[in-house]
């Protein structure tokens, strides 16, 4: 194993129990898999009483410097295909309490009008009454899936929402939002 590269046995572990969405933001937010894999590393080893005393200690100093590992990761998705001049806003509920690490933005190709030079399908995502993402405006992409990464503080309950809008007068376009949650 070369120096800074991943044990094997780890890449086979991220591979088992990371899905698509979470791999894509995955050198943003690959602390959770890191710990759920030593985790299970520390389940197998016997440690005394004194060991796990001291391991308790350390990761109560983590979450008083305010590292901490969430429980649970949600998305939140919206996702709508959008007749020809058709918009609207939806609405979600907050699973839980965390934290909004990204969101996601999905424009399938042929989102853009050559002849016109326009983008044919807009987008924004809010928490509330304020919009996140982008911070003002629509976001207009063709054949593109961004992800944002972001770190906003939800309640359980809270309201997110999405603004889908299709402005092509032609055809049908299928757009979607995912929001992911960490908390728990």
Sequence with gaps: MANGELPEEYREFLKQNVNWLERLGDALTGVDERVDYL?????????????????????????????????????????????????????????????????????????????????????????GEEQICPSEGTLALSGATPVFPISQKVKENDTLWAILENADGLNPHGVSIIATIVGG
């Design 39 to 127: 985790v299970k590393q520390l389940a197998g080893l016997k440690l005394s009483e004194e060991t796990i005393t001291k391991l308790t200690e350390a990761v109560e100093k983590l979450e008083e410097m305010g590292v901490t590992v969430p429980k649970r990761t949600e998305q939140v998705t919206f996702a709508e295909r959008l007749a020809p001049l058709a918009g609207l806003k939806q609405e979600a509920n907050v699973p839980m309490d965390g934290i909004i690490t990204s969101v996601l933005f999905n424009f399938p190709p042929g989102c853009y009008d050559p002849v016109t030079g326009n983008y044919l399908a807009d987008m924004a995502f809010g928490h």
